[in-house]
């Protein structure tokens, strides 16, 4: 059985507002994306990565230039054996179905896939070697997640409070989310057909009847949004550095 890794990476950052692609500006020094594969990477038991780009991308090519030659990461992109690319989309959906796609001829059924988002830069390894055994003998799949701290409210179309929500039983849902193969493809494909708005792989399994399981991981696998995060991402990375 083989654990296959995609990432999407053909968004184009519209909330960011930048030019270039949130998930190639910088953290420390190095692109988002770079950091989200070293993860990746990191986990032996993960034997393929798909990053899944967009098709006007003019970044990629040059991202090893941008970790230069001498890079302390020892992590080259193009010449890791482990990764490949596929032509992405305009909507992440699509994007995780083609690279769904691109395996096919070498996927089995049971094998499993993990979907990374390539703006989350800070995920520990730890939390992917977790996510990876405790879902070893599941049916379906799950994903990393975190228990809601704030409470919530509930508002109207002109912005008052209608309601406080228990918080009790509600999580944030993180990234990797790590599904059998078939399932998740059978899953994606329904969504993409019916034009449904899943926002993860776990809305599009449920969708489908199925309970993905939540399995618990460090609050700081944030996802770069908006430029502020940037600025929390490098203060992350460079604690996370600090207790290796």
Not at 44 to 73: C, F, M, R
Request: charged share 20%; proline share 4%.
């Amino acid at each position: 059985m083989t654990i296959w890794a995609i990432l999407p990476a053909a968004g184009i950052g519209r909330r960011m507002g930048s030019i270039t692609p949130k998930q190639y500006l910088t953290v420390n020094g190095t692109p988002v994306i770079s950091c989200a594969l070293q993860r990746l990477a990191a986990v032996s038991a993960i034997e393929k990565i798909v990053v899944v780009l967009h098709p006007d991308d003019k970044y990629w090519q040059t991202l090893n230039s941008a970790l230069g030659a001498d890079s302390d990461s020892g992590f080259e992109i193009h010449s890791n054996e482990r990764i490949r690319c596929a032509t992405g989309a305009q909507e992440r959906c699509q994007s995780v179905l083609n690279g769904l796609d691109h395996i096919e001829s070498e996927a089995k059924a049971d094998d499993w896939v993990l979907v990374h988002d390539a703006v989350r830069p800070c995920v520990r390894t730890s939390d992917i070697e977790k996510l990876i055994s405790e879902l070893h003998h599941h049916p379906v799949g799950g994903l990393l997640g975190s228990p809601v701290d704030n409470t919530l409210k509930q508002v109207d179309t002109d912005g008052n409070v209608v309601a406080t929500i228990d918080r009790n039983k509600l999580w944030n849902a993180l990234t990797p989310q790590m599904f059998r193969y078939e399932i998740l493809r059978n899953a994606i494909r329904h969504a993409v057909s019916q034009r449904e708005q899943v926002t993860d792989e776990a809305a599009a399994i449920e969708r489908l009847g199925h309970s993905p399981k939540m399995v618990a991981g460090n609050k700081d696998n944030i996802k770069i949004t908006h430029e502020a995060d940037l600025i929390l991402a490098s203060n992350i990375l460079k604690s996370q550095a600090a207790t290796v």
